[in-house]
């Protein structure tokens, strides 16, 4: 998406809330939203604008009337891409990143978990299987089924 695009989207969201601009968040949703289509972006914003839950900031607003965090839009956008892969019965990978009391830290890449290793001498990383991830054995056991 083009940064004017993505500005433009980001004053008019500040401006439904009755704010002005704020540059360093202007900053914040242009590195965490800025790979997204502007389509996806304006269509979060859309779903953030129509959520009727309390804003549990000691009024009485709901949380379509407050300004949204670029990370909050990016979750939206990630939880709809998520399921639209699903309903084409396609594998989405989790990413989750999780601490193991064996290898340390571990995180989902393609539906496997892998270790994050440096070599000591060299400086280079390289990534080690560990085991499948439960979102890959998930996926699995719905395809069985179907």
């Avoid at 009391?101 to 571990?106: A, D, H, I, T």
Wanted: hydrophobic share 30%.
């Amino acid at each position: 998406m083009k940064e004017r695009d993505l500005g433009q989207i980001y004053t008019e969201a500040r401006a439904a809330v009755g704010k002005q601009p704020d540059p360093s968040e202007l900053i914040a949703w242009k590195n965490v939203l800025g790979g997204y289509k502007e389509q996806d972006v304006r269509s979060a914003l859309v779903e953030w604008q129509n959520d009727t839950t309390p804003a549990n900031d000691g009024t009485d607003r709901c949380k379509g009337e407050t300004m949204p965090k670029a990370t909050r839009l990016k979750a939206i956008i990630e939880a709809r891409h998520r399921a639209s892969m699903r309903s084409r019965g396609e594998f989405h990978a989790c990413g989750l990143t999780i601490k193991d009391e064996r290898y340390g830290e571990l995180r989902c890449l393609n539906g496997a978990l892998y270790r994050r290793t440096i070599h000591r001498e060299t400086g280079n990383s390289h990534s080690l299987y560990i085991q499948d991830c439960e979102c890959w054995n998930q996926w699995q056991s719905t395809r069985l089924v179907a």
